[in-house]
Structures are given as structure tokens and as C-alpha cells.
């Protein structure tokens, strides 16, 4: 029913008061209650006045949000006209509100796409009641025969008061407890959904899983991902996956082979003393959504342990000595020319 429409019915114009209002309605119900009117259509238009009653008081009480009130009709109704349609209830794409709720994933589920088996559960409003616990049936409430008033005696037994009746709330319907919820007003949905997580998803992404059928209800979800701390990956703001790792120093002078973490597993490396950074092509986090993968980028920091005996010493002085001999022995060499160069310089200054 639309605002005109409920004024209209009741006689009155949008200007009216509310003591107007109450006294309009009061004089139509004492017109048309079925206990006293025998006409045919009474009771349809005791419940077409109460409508139009409940329908003002409700935007004169809350004007914001009466239009999006959802009125429980009972599916033997005729369809109400458009602008009666539940709003509130109503999702853009027509489908069920969707359940939001966070996914954590590792760095490594993110660049090799992974599979998560995801349960829980939430309570949604009843449908079917609306949240009331209660169903509105078709025919008239038993208590007050439909006209949504109750009468009772005064002190006076010739005069009587009229009350909103309170088994309908006023409006004449029947109710009946609402089996879908156990008459709470909510319902308890419980899911269980196993989602594909593609390669290239980072933290803050959103993904609408399709909804599916979890037993009396459609489960809509919208997964928010969340990608946990690495303890040595990290990725840049380019989407660029990184690592640095220290390695021994002496390793890294003479060029040796290490074992690199990638999102792979460990792989091995050749160090080169010229370099620090190294780029692994390929074993980075993709370009894009399921795009191919970048690649790593690798920092190395030499560390050079101390040397703490004379053991360690001794090795040390012995290596020195056979390299640079190895080395003095070629002139080609920088430490072998240096050497015939200061050779050269002692002889000429000998005297
Ligand atoms: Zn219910
Ligand atoms: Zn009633």
C-alpha cells in the first residue's frame, strides 16, 4: 500500500493530525468490524484500514525508514505492487547476502595457487518470518476476527474500549509459530566449501566464491585474503619476490655452491664474488593473476666468521702462502707482476 493510497482509504488528507488519524481509524473499524457489519466484503476492508493505519503511523513514527520496512505478505496474497517490494532485503544482483570473512594464506599458497577446505557457520535472518519467529497465514487472527481491535467492557458494561489486539499486532491475521526458525527469527547456516585460491593473489584481494546450495539456505561467500609474514620472503609493492640471505664470506671469495630457498624448495647457487644480487628467472610471484611467474631476486651478505684458534690461523697463513706462490709464479697475473715490478724497484735502489 502507498501513502496516497492509505490516506485515501482512510478518508483523510496527508495534512491531518495525528488525532485526526487515530480518530479517522477508529471510526472506520467501528464501521466495519465483522461483529457488526454483515456486509460481504467487511473483513477485507477492516484489514484494508488497518493497513493503511499501521502504514501512516509507521512514517509518522520513523520517517526515514518506513519505506524500506518489509511487510510479511503470505503467499496466497496477490503480488503487492512494485513499491512494496522488500527492499532491505534485496542484493544487487538479486542473489543472498554474502558471508565475509578473511582467508589467511602463506606467501608460497599465493605464488603456487593452493586449494582450501573452509567450514564454519553464521545465522541470517528468517525468510520466512522475517525475523518475527512467527508466520502471517491467510485467514483471520481468531482472536479479534480480523479487525486488528479488541473490545473490552468498561466499568460501565454499556460502553466498551478498543485496544489493538495483541495477538496480531493489529493487523487481523492469523499467526502461527514459524517452523523454519523454531520461531527464533534466525537461521543457522553451516557451510562447507572447498575453493581454488589462483597463483598471484595478495593480501587485501577479494574473492566471490559462486553461491551454492548448504542445506536449507544459498551460501554466497566473499573471501577477503590475508597473506601471513614470511619469515624470509618478502614482496615488494611491484609485486617483486625477494630474499637475502647471508652466506659464508670465504664461500662467496671462492666462488662455492649454496642452497637457495625458493618458493619451489631449495635450489643450488654458484656464488661469484662480483656479485651480491642474484635473479632466479621464473621463481618469483606471477605477473598478474595466474600470469606467468617474475623473477627472484636473491641478495647475498657475505659474513666472514672469525677465526678463533690457532688451528684455524695456521690454515689460514698456509692457504695464503700456496695461493700467492701459485699466483707470484705468473707475471700475466696483477700479484705476479706486482712481485717482478718491486723486484725491480729493490734493484735498482740496492746501493
Ligand atoms: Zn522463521
Ligand atoms: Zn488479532
Same mark, same amino acid.
Given at each position: ?51 493503511? /493505519? ?115 499486532? =493489529? ?20 557451510? !562447507? ?21 548448504? =542445506? ?13 609474514? !614470511? ?18 664470506? /670465504? ?26 644480487? /642474484? ?73
Amino acid at each position: 500500500m502507498d501513502t496516497p493510497h492509505a490516506y485515501k482509504e482512510l478518508g483523510l488528507s496527508p495534512e491531518a493530525s495525528d488525532a485526526e488519524l487515530k480518530a479517522a481509524w477508529r471510526r472506520l473499524v467501528a464501521a466495519w468490524h465483522p461483529d457488526r457489519n454483515p456486509a460481504p466484503d467487511a473483513l477485507r476492508r477492516m484489514q484494508a484500514i488497518n493497513k493503511a /493505519y499501521q502504514h501512516i503511523r509507521q512514517l509518522r513514527d520513523e520517517p526515514d525508514t518506513a519505506q524500506a520496512e518489509t511487510d510479511p505478505e503470505p503467499a496466497s496474497e496477490p503480488a503487492p505492487p512494485p513499491e512494496q517490494e522488500p527492499e532491505a532485503q534485496a542484493q544487487p544482483d538479486g542473489g543472498p547476502a554474502p558471508h565475509v570473512r578473511t582467508v589467511r594464506l602463506s606467501l608460497e599458497d599465493t605464488i603456487l595457487g593452493c586449494t582450501r577446505s573452509l567450514r564454519g557457520h553464521f545465522t541470517h535472518t528468517c525468510t520466512t518470518c522475517v525475523g518475527t519467529g512467527q508466520r502471517v497465514l491467510a485467514q483471520a487472527c481468531s482472536t479479534c476476527r480480523g479487525s486488528g481491535a479488541i473490545r473490552k467492557p468498561t466499568l460501565f458494561g454499556w460502553l466498551w474500549n478498543e485496544e489493538g489486539c495483541p495477538d496480531c499486532s =493489529g493487523d487481523g491475521r492469523q499467526r502461527a509459530p514459524c517452523d523454519d526458525c523454531d520461531s527464533t527469527g534466525e537461521v543457522r547456516v553451516a557451510y !562447507h566449501r572447498r575453493v581454488r585460491f589462483a597463483p598471484g593473489m595478495r593480501s587485501g584481494d577479494v574473492l566471490n566464491v559462486p553461491p551454492a546450495r548448504e =542445506g536449507a539456505a544459498d551460501v554466497r561467500l566473499e573471501l577477503r585474503v590475508e597473506v601471513a609474514p !614470511h619469515p624470509f620472503f618478502t614482496l615488494d609493492e611491484q609485486g617483486v619476490l625477494r630474499c637475502e640471505m647471508p652466506v659464508n664470506g /670465504y664461500a662467496w671469495m671462492t666462488g662455492r655452491w649454496v642452497e637457495v630457498p625458493t618458493p619451489d624448495g631449495l635450489q643450488h647457487m654458484r656464488l661469484n664474488r662480483d656479485a651480491q644480487v /642474484y635473479r632466479l628467472a621464473g621463481k618469483g610471484f606471477p605477473n598478474g593473476l595466474k600470469g606467468p611467474r617474475g623473477d627472484f631476486i636473491v641478495k647475498v651478505v657475505p659474513v666472514f666468521p672469525p677465526l678463533n684458534d690457532p688451528a684455524e690461523e695456521q690454515l689460514l697463513d698456509e692457504w695464503i702462502a700456496r695461493t700467492s706462490q701459485a699466483s707470484q709464479a705468473d707475471e700475466s697475473q696483477p700479484l705476479g707482476g706486482w712481485q717482478r715490478t718491486l723486484k725491480q724497484w729493490q734493484a735498482q735502489h740496492k746501493d
